[in-house]
Structures are given as C-alpha cells and as structure tokens.
C-alpha cells in the first residue's frame, strides 16, 4: 500500500514539473537534479546525502555518500548494499524537486542509475535549451558547480 501511495506522489510530481516551465528550465540547468545533491532516507530521518555526481559509466553516475548521522546503526546501515536497494529507501532532492531512484556503496560513493528528473521538452524548451549553450546564465543550486 506505501509503495502504491508513493508512486501516485512521484505521478503527481512529475505532473507538476511537465506544467510549470521555470522549474523545467531549473532542472536543465542543475543537471536534471543531479548537480544539486539527495538527500538519502531511512525510517522517516536524514541519513546521509549524495553529493559530487561524477559519470561512472553509461547509465550510471557516482555520488559521494556523506553521512548526516552519527549513530553506528545508521553508518552501517549505509555500509550494505541491502539498504541501498530497499524499495523503503526514499531520496529527495536537495532542492525543492522532490524524489529519485535506487544501488550500492564502495569507497564512500555509490553508482547510482536513475536518480534524476525526467523532463519533457517542448518546443520552446528546446529553442531555450540552443540560446541558452550560447548565453548560459548561473545554476540554481549553490552546491552546483559553474
């Protein structure tokens, strides 16, 4: 039933995203989500956020985990790639965006495939898209780079 219940959010979700053309352009320029960080959940509390995002391979980016806790249940529940790959586990965008995707840690990052906003570009969005490759305007997140 939760699991249920969070898909018809993440619906509504990216309903709103497909209607409200500023935050489209938002999730362009921090790369889709990705650029701005996540922030990683667990029975209902912040656990760590992934930041950094580096291309690891096709489909998969690495982020770096940085722990938000210090209690050593937490720290090892990030340890397993068990935790990672609960469908329990939600993660949100550091900026107001909203949700994501599932993998597994290794030498404090972890590859992650997914984990970004899917958005659906119209025709002006495209022509926005070529000006702005020629006059690119600042990011909209601090943690962002460029």
Same mark, same amino acid.
């Given at each position: 039933?939760?699991?249920?219940?969070?898909?018809?959010?993440?619906?509504?979700?990216?309903?709103?995203?497909?209607?409200?053309?500023?935050?489209?352009?938002?999730?362009?320029?921090?790369?889709?989500?990705?650029?701005?960080?996540?922030?990683?959940?667990?029975?209902?509390?912040?656990?760590?956020?992934?930041?950094?995002?580096?291309?690891?391979?096709?489909?998969? !980016?690495?982020?770096?985990?940085?722990?938000?806790?210090?209690?050593?249940?937490?720290?090892?529940?990030?340890?397993?790639?068990?935790?990672w790959w609960g469908?329990?586990?939600?993660?949100?965008?550091?900026?107001?965006?909203?949700?994501?995707?599932?993998?597994g840690p290794a030498?404090?990052?972890?590859?992650?495939?997914?984990?970004?906003?899917?958005?659906?570009? !119209?025709?002006?969005?495209?022509?926005?898209?070529?000006?702005?490759?020629?006059?690119?305007?600042? !990011?909209?997140?601090? !943690?962002?780079?460029?």
């Amino acid at each position: 039933m939760i699991i249920e219940q969070k898909k018809a959010v993440d619906r509504e979700q990216q309903r709103q995203v497909a209607a409200d053309r500023a935050l489209r352009q938002r999730l362009i320029r921090s790369n889709y989500g990705r650029n701005c960080g996540w922030f990683v959940e667990g029975r209902g509390q912040r656990l760590a956020t992934l930041t950094e995002p580096q291309w690891a391979e096709m489909f998969w !980016t690495s982020y770096l985990i940085t722990p938000l806790s210090e209690d050593p249940t937490a720290l090892a529940r990030l340890a397993t790639p068990e935790f990672w790959w609960g469908e329990d586990v939600p993660f949100r965008n550091r900026e107001p965006f909203a949700f994501g995707a599932g993998a597994g840690p290794a030498a404090g990052r972890i590859a992650m495939r997914g984990l970004y906003f899917n958005v659906g570009l !119209t025709c002006f969005d495209r022509a926005w898209l070529f000006y702005e490759r020629f006059f690119p305007k600042k !990011t909209c997140c601090p !943690t962002s780079r460029g």
